[in-house]
């Protein structure tokens, strides 16, 4: 059960906010803003939380380095440096609700809000956490199709889409 | 660690040095800065040597033969950013609704004036023959000259019954317009003046003076539906009387 779906653009602003499902209480507008903003920095905090453990040992020169991660770049096609944790924060949990965040490589956030785990998930606790990023998936692409080519949007203002919002409810129903 | 800036191509930044120009005479060196892009004596006799900077090692655009019956796909994605970027440039220059779909026909007039050439030159000249009445050049348009840019034929074709001079493309689902949104104070805004603008190019250059704009008329399952209303010149109607 998907509660609200919202945007973020990389400054942790809100660009979109759909509430798909009634069900949760309703906030005002500038609460929406002010959970964005504080999801927003909680996230950037996560991903500079790491643990210290387990630290590859450290290359002889920086030429070493260098090429380490050249050759790491050209085989994986991402940036890797081992100390941070670039997912930063993924998701929360609680007995009430659930929050899943996504980020892109350009910084957009994308977040949902759903019902806590149903019960009959019990021991597949990944089940909804995968149903989740399917429908990042699909909404990212959404987002690249319907927001992307419109020539009337400005990057990183609120997105007032009519077409993108009947897409995303046709995704989610 | 120190974190250094990657850069593949070299082993370590701080290793190059001003003397390390690169062969070609282009690219950036950070040791120097900013430099010049100017054309000199060597760089000009790079570039000239050089035909054409190919990224893939498939032939370019124009070394393929013009004739080729085979219909050419290209990738809808890029397609809607290009287009989105002319409405874009185009919004930018224009002082309202009105100026901008001028802007946008008069982009895709040049358009429609070279594609007829070209597809009359890819269906054979010795097949081909002249249209010279109305009814046949708009059949022709709705059929092979709209499939052969857009894929597929125009939904309908239809006849003005009030005005003698009016005629009807529908179109159930513009190619174009499927990912733009066109915001509440353009109401009126159609970018199908871009496709209007093609027509009338056409048109105009088989010598049937028209004029053609693009209206919205959402129907039911179709929201993007658009009918390009084509008003031919009082001459072409004389001219039809006269056969």
């Not at chain 1, 429908?135 to 997105?159: A, E, G, H, T």
């Not at chain 2, 701080?14 to 950070?30: A, C, E, Q, R, V």
């Not at chain 2, 040791?31 to 000199?40: D, H, K, L, R």
Request: proline residues 5%; contains cysteine; glycine residues 6%.
């Amino acid at each position: 059960m998907l509660y609200s779906i919202l945007i973020l653009n990389k400054a942790g602003g809100l660009i979109y906010q759909n509430e798909v499902n009634p069900g949760l209480n309703k906030l005002s507008t500038n609460d929406y803003l002010v959970l964005a903003g504080s999801l927003h920095g909680i996230h950037a905090i996560g991903a500079q939380l790491a643990p210290n453990i387990g630290d590859k040992t450290v290359p002889a020169s920086v030429e070493e380095f260098n090429r380490n991660q050249n050759s790491s770049i050209m085989s994986t096609f991402k940036a890797q440096s081992p100390n941070t944790n670039r997912s930063g924060l993924q998701n929360i949990e609680t007995s009430l609700f659930n929050l899943y965040i996504f980020q892109t490589v350009t910084g957009l956030k994308f977040m949902l809000i759903t019902a806590p785990n149903p019960a009959e998930h019990k021991g597949e606790l990944n089940k909804q956490y995968d149903m989740a990023h399917e429908l990042f998936r699909q909404l990212y692409m959404l987002y690249s199709d319907f927001v992307m080519k419109d020539p009337f949007y400005s990057l990183d203002m609120p997105i007032k889409n009519p077409l993108f919002d009947t897409k995303v409810r046709e995704l989610v129903n | 660690m120190s974190e250094d800036i990657i850069l593949p191509s070299a082993t370590s930044l701080s290793k190059l040095t001003i003397h390390d120009t690169s062969k070609t005479g282009f690219g950036y060196n950070p040791a120097i800065g900013p430099i010049s892009n100017s054309i000199t004596s060597e760089t000009s006799s790079i570039l000239i040597n050089k035909r054409t900077i190919t990224l893939s090692s498939a032939p370019s655009i124009y070394e393929r033969n013009i004739t080729n019956k085979k219909p050419v796909e290209i990738n809808l994605s890029s397609l809607s950013f290009l287009f989105c970027e002319i409405v874009n440039w185009t919004h930018g220059q224009s002082r309202g609704i009105h100026d901008l779909e001028m802007k946008l026909n008069k982009l895709g007039y040049s358009i429609g004036q070279r594609y007829l050439e070209l597809i009359k030159l890819r269906d054979g000249i010795k097949l081909n023959k002249r249209d010279l009445k109305i009814i046949d050049i708009l059949h022709f348009i709705h059929g092979s000259f709209w499939k052969s840019i857009f894929g597929k034929h125009a939904n309908e074709l239809e006849k003005s019954q009030d005005v003698p001079n009016e005629y009807m493309i529908i179109e159930n689902m513009p190619l174009l317009a499927k990912f733009i949104n066109i915001p509440k104070d353009y109401a009126d805004l159609n970018c199908g003046a871009f496709v209007a603008g093609i027509i009338e190019g056409a048109l105009d250059s088989a010598g049937f003076y028209v004029n053609v704009t693009a209206h919205s008329v959402p129907m039911d399952g179709f929201p993007l539906r658009t009918v390009f209303l084509m008003k031919f010149d009082q001459s072409c109607l004389i001219r039809e009387s006269i056969h």
